[in-house]
């Protein structure tokens, strides 16, 4: 089974950053990859699909790349409301990177 | 608006079984793909499988098989999650979220699942 981790687990950083978290997979997975972010008691919600794709109504601050092995989630200016937690997922998901407000 | 409604909370004994529904509105039901998703507390998620919702056929991830069983009833738009011999590890948030291009872009509210003594 495809094994996806993400890195950093945790991240720390300030309203304005640019932060990048990393998907990285087992074994090539082409573009076949989505994004989610959860808030605390919240269903999660679909931010990108097909490694780059952005859903409607997704601020265009988050981005996503990659193909293959290899992907990033990319928030170009945090805002107060994007610190939850996100993950990735191909079939499985990965493990999840909590974003905290440094 | 796409919507999908989830059952309430269930409290069970171990051993129990549950049944926790996924209920559909806003779109043509057959057309896209039902997952199913468990997130136990503090924990991240978890993919269970998914459901054709057009043929009614049904895939379980790799720890989801045997005692657990998805199911539709097409002519009322609901997906159903079955879970059997229920233990405390089962206690989780369980949610339905809808299939787009590989894209879970629908989600429904959770249904919390405890199994206690």
């Known amino acids: 089974d495809i094994q996806l981790t993400q890195s950093p687990s945790f991240l720390s950083a300030s309203v304005g950053d640019r932060v990048t978290i990393t998907c990285r997979a087992s074994?090539?997975?082409?573009?076949?990859l989505a994004w989610y972010q959860q808030k605390p008691g919240k269903a999660p919600k679909l931010l990108i699909y097909?490694?780059?794709t952005l859903q409607s109504g997704v601020p265009s601050r988050f981005s996503g790349s990659g193909s293959g092995t290899e992907f990033t989630l990319t928030i170009s200016s945090l805002q107060p409301e994007d610190f939850a937690t996100y993950y990735c997922?191909?079939?499985?998901f990965g493990q999840g990177t909590k974003l905290e407000i440094k | 608006q796409v919507q999908l409604v989830q059952s309430g909370s269930e409290l069970k004994k171990p051993g129990a079984s549950v049944k926790v529904s996924c209920k559909a509105s806003g779109y043509t039901f057959g057309t896209y793909a039902m997952n199913w998703v468990r997130q136990a507390p503090g924990q991240g998620l978890e993919w269970m499988g998914w459901i054709n919702a057009y043929t009614g056929h049904p895939t379980y991830a790799q720890g989801f098989t045997g005692r657990f069983v998805f199911s539709l009833d097409m002519s009322a738009s609901t997906a159903y999650l079955q879970i059997n011999s229920l233990t405390a590890e089962d206690t989780a948030v369980y949610y339905c979220a809808r299939d787009r291009d590989g894209g879970f872009d629908y989600w429904g509210q959770g249904t919390l699942v405890t199994v206690s003594s």
């Open positions: 074994q090539g997975i082409g573009s076949y």
């Open positions: 097909v490694a780059s």
């Open positions: 997922r191909q079939n499985t």
